[in-house]
C-alpha cells in the first residue's frame, strides 16, 4: 500500500507528533483514515524520541490489533524502518539507524492483556477503536505512562453513545487536555463520491448517524423507519421459501414465511398467536400444526429458530421441517434489518398487519446506558431479526459480491 498524499486533516495527526501535546483523541466515521495515519504518526514520532523504549498498540483483541493495525502498517510502502514481529511475545520491533523500540500488542477485551500490561512501562499508547474497549483497561495502560513525562497517549474511535465512558470522561471534559480531531469520509483521500455513497448504504438509523455522520448520538425512539416503502402488494411468482419464528408459550409467538429470489427477500404471509390475550396456551404441537399450516403449499428449504426453544425445534423436526438455529445477536441483527429494510432487500406484503404494526411499535429504550431495545412489541420484530441476521447475511453478501470491513 502507498501513502501519496494526506489530508489537511490527518496532516493534523502529524502536527501532533511534533507538538508538545499529550493527548490526541480522533473520532468520527467509518473508513476516514484514523486508523492508518494514526499508526503511521505513532511509530514516526516514537522512533524520533526515543531509544530501546516499550509502546503499546491496543485493540479491541490483540488479532484485531494484528489485523487492523499492524499489517496495514507493515504494508506500506517506502517506511524508512525495518520491522520485525515476533508473533510469541506480540511484540513489533522497529529499528532506524542505531535505534530500536518495542511495541507490544494488546486487546483491551483479552484478559491475557489486562494481566500484561501492568507489568510495563510505556512511554506511549495508541488505543485504536478506544470505544470497544473496558475503562479498567485503559485506565490500567495509561497508569502504565505516568513515570514518562513527554509520554503521549493516541485515541481512535467511532462514536457510541453520548453516555459512553469514553465520551463523557474524555471528549467531552474540558479539565483534560487534548487535540480532538473530528473525521468524516471526506477526510480520507482515497475515497471518492462512489466510495463513500456505497459504505452509506452499509447503515442505517442510529447507526448512519454514528457511522457515516459520526455523532455521538442516543438509540432513541422507534428502532425502524418504516413506511409505505417498506410494504408490497404483490406476491412474487417463485422463490425459495423460508420461515422464521420467534417463539413463546406466555409471550406472542410469531412465524413469517418468506419468498426469497437473490439478495430480496418479501414476507408473504405471516402467524401471530398471543398466548396471553387470547387466555388460552397453545402446546408445542399446536404451535407445529400452525407452522404447518403457513407452510402449505410452499417447499419450505429451512425454518430458522429462536435457538432457545429446544423441545420447540425437537417437536418441528419430528413432523419433517429443516431446522436452522438463529443467530441472536440483537444489535447487529437490528443493524442488518435496518439496512435492508433501507435498501430495499426484505419487504413485508400488505397481509402481515401484527409485524407491520409491530414496527410502529418497536422502541429503543431511552433511558438505558447502553443500546437497549424495550421488550415490548418485539416478536415478529425478532423472527425478522433471525431471518436477516441468519438469511438474508449471506444473501445479499453473496449477490452484492462485497463485504466491506465493518460489517
Ligand atoms: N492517506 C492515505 N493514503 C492511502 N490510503 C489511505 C490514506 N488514508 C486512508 N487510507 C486507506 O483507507 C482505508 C481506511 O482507512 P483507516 O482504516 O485508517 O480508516 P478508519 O478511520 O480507521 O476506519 P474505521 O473507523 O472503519 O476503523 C484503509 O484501507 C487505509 O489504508
Ligand atoms: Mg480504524
Known amino acids: 500500500m502507498q501513502i501519496e498524499k494526506f489530508s489537511k486533516k490527518q496532516g493534523e495527526i502529524l502536527k501532533f507528533a511534533y507538538s508538545d501535546e499529550g493527548v490526541l483523541i480522533c473520532d468520527g466515521a467509518v473508513r476516514s483514515g484514523k486508523t492508518i495515519v494514526m499508526s503511521f504518526a505513532f511509530v514516526l514520532w516514537a522512533m524520533d524520541n526515543f531509544d530501546k523504549t516499550n509502546f503499546a498498540i491496543c485493540g479491541k483483541t490483540v488479532s484485531n490489533a494484528e489485523r487492523n493495525i499492524l499489517r496495514p502498517f507493515q504494508q506500506i510502502e517506502g517506511m524508512p524502518f525495518k520491522m520485525q514481529y515476533k508473533i510469541s511475545t506480540r511484540m513489533l520491533t522497529v529499528r532506524c539507524a542505531d535505534r530500536e523500540n518495542y511495541f507490544y500488542l494488546f486487546g483491551g477485551k483479552d484478559e491475557s492483556s489486562q494481566a500484561l500490561i501492568q507489568g510495563l512501562t510505556l512511554a506511549g499508547v495508541l488505543f485504536d477503536e478506544v470505544a470497544l474497549m473496558p475503562k479498567s483497561f485503559v485506565d490500567q495502560a495509561i497508569a502504565r505512562t505516568l513515570s514518562f513525562k513527554n509520554a503521549k497517549l493516541w485515541f481512535n474511535c467511532n462514536p457510541e453513545s453520548p453516555n459512553h465512558w469514553f465520551y463523557k470522561e474524555w471528549i467531552t471534559d474540558d479539565k483534560k487536555q487534548k487535540k480532538h480531531l473530528h473525521f468524516l469520509m471526506r477526510d480520507n483521500p482515497i475515497l471518492g463520491d462512489a ?213
Open 195 to 407: 466510495e463513500i455513497a456505497r459504505a452509506e448504504s452499509f447503515f442505517a438509523g442510529v447507526f448512519y448517524q454514528r457511522f457515516i455522520l459520526g455523532e455521538w448520538v442516543l438509540s432513541e425512539g422507534l428502532v425502524y423507519d418504516f413506511g409505505e416503502d417498506n410494504i408490497v402488494d404483490e406476491i412474487p411468482a417463485n422463490g425459495e421459501y423460508y420461515i422464521s419464528i420467534d417463539y413463546g408459550t406466555m409471550n406472542p409467538f410469531s412465524a413469517g414465511l418468506w419468498c426469497v429470489l437473490g439478495d430480496k427477500a418479501t414476507r408473504i404471509k405471516e402467524y401471530y398467536y398471543n398466548g396471553r390475550e387470547k387466555a388460552v396456551q397453545r402446546t408445542d404441537e399446536d404451535y407445529c400444526d400452525s407452522v404447518e399450516e403457513l407452510a402449505n403449499g410452499y417447499n419450505i428449504r429451512q425454518v430458522i429458530v429462536d435457538p432457545s426453544a429446544a423441545s420447540f425445534i425437537a417437536a418441528l423436526r419430528r413432523r419433517g421441517f429443516t431446522i436452522r438455529k438463529a443467530n441472536n445477536d440483537v444489535l447487529d441483527g437490528i443493524r442488518r434489518t435496518a439496512v435492508y429494510l433501507k435498501n430495499g432487500n426484505i419487504k413485508i406484503h400488505r397481509s402481515c398487519v401484527d409485524s407491520i404494526a409491530e414496527f410502529g411499535l418497536y422502541r429503543w429504550d431511552d433511558k438505558a446506558t447502553a443500546d437497549t431495545v424495550i421488550k415490548e412489541n418485539d416478536h415478529a420484530m425478532d423472527d425478522i431479526r433471525y431471518f436477516c441476521n441468519t438469511i438474508m447475511k449471506n444473501k445479499v453478501r453473496k449477490e452484492s459480491n462485497y463485504t466491506p470491513i465493518f460489517m
